[in-house]
């Protein structure tokens, strides 16, 4: 018995599953992304570039190698189109590390990092949004969450896949797609090398009722096959369509296919109220797992072929 005990002390405590996506690490990154401190992360403000950073370090320690265009970092120039103000043009950039697996092909995980900031740059649903902070626990701290963790898993998992992973940070999301859309325009790999897009945007506020909606099932054959038998310890449901609701769209304009993860919406979607204590990291866990089961099994499977859905 004793001997048993101390194996799954062993067995648990290993570098083997310490990769694996953690509730605790989850709320760990949302806590923090989310904080007042963090201001909203608005497009062009100092707590949006410490996210930034934040992000930077996080890919650095799991050993990806560089892809923007001055380190990580791909800066552009974000414009705010929705509302007028002064300051209309402002300093972002995406956030990119590189999974190198001397593959051919290469697919790519992307999560926005920006959100409403202090409801100056449009698109807040409250009633008075000046100057009231817009956390963005969900919308998409969640997302970054599960962009560090699925870079953390493949990253220390000790398989190379026969995918090369490009884990991308958006910048620019909340005023139009605008870090994905510079990406696809200034790619820092050719385009014609990247296999399927994966896109999380407000993955934890899981309902049980409803299930985490997986889009862009029609973007590509292969993925009724990818998701053939797949189980999972909550419930999800596909969708067709991978046109709308986040980056994703901006890669399927490119006719390349996509999967979007997202839970749904709720009463607090762009409005301050949305908020890390809402936030459901156990159920966010169990979707990150049931993500890289699918991407284990979509990486089993050659190059795919863009479908368009109609
Ligand atoms: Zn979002």
């Given at each position: ?88 043009l ?44 817009h ?6 701290a ?26 991308m940070?958006?910048?620019?999301e ?93 009463p ?6 949305d908020?890390?204590?809402?936030i ?31």
């Amino acid at each position: 018995m004793k001997k048993q005990f101390l194996f799954l002390l062993i067995l648990l405590t290993s570098p083997l599953f310490a990769q694996e996506p953690s509730a605790r690490r989850i709320i760990k990154h949302i806590n923090t992304l989310a904080s007042d401190k963090m201001q909203g992360r608005g497009t062009g403000s100092p707590e949006n570039a410490k996210t930034a950073r934040y992000i930077e370090k996080h890919f650095k320690k799991y050993g990806l190698k560089p892809l923007g265009t001055d380190g990580y970092y791909q800066s552009f120039t974000a414009k705010v189109r929705r509302v007028v103000v002064p300051d209309s043009l402002r300093k972002a950039a995406n956030v990119i590390g590189f999974l190198d697996n001397e593959a051919p092909y290469t697919i790519v995980v992307g999560a926005h990092y920006d959100h409403l900031g202090l409801g100056r740059q449009g698109s807040s649903l409250d009633s008075l949004p000046q100057g009231k902070i817009h956390n963005g626990a969900d919308d998409n701290a969640s997302g970054v969450a599960g962009l560090l963790e699925l870079a953390q898993y493949f990253a220390k998992n000790g398989v190379k896949e026969s995918y090369n992973i490009l884990f991308m940070a958006f910048g620019a999301e909340e005023l139009g797609l605008q870090g994905s859309r510079y990406f696809l325009n200034n790619p820092t790999l050719p385009l014609d090398k990247l296999n399927f897009m994966v896109c999380m945007d407000m993955i934890g506020r899981y309902n049980p009722e409803r299930g985490i909606g997986i889009g862009g099932y029609g973007t590509s054959d292969t993925w009724p096959i990818v998701f053939k038998g797949a189980e999972s310890s909550i419930k999800f449901f596909t969708d067709r369509a991978g046109n709308g609701g986040s980056d994703n769209a901006a890669f399927y304009a490119k006719q390349i296919p996509v999967l979007f993860f997202h839970t749904g919406g709720h009463p607090d979607y762009h409005r301050p109220s949305d908020d890390p204590e809402k936030i459901d990291a156990n159920a966010e866990e169990a979707i990150l797992k049931l993500e890289i089961k699918l991407l284990e099994k979509a990486m089993q499977q050659p190059k795919m072929t863009f479908t368009a859905v109609k």
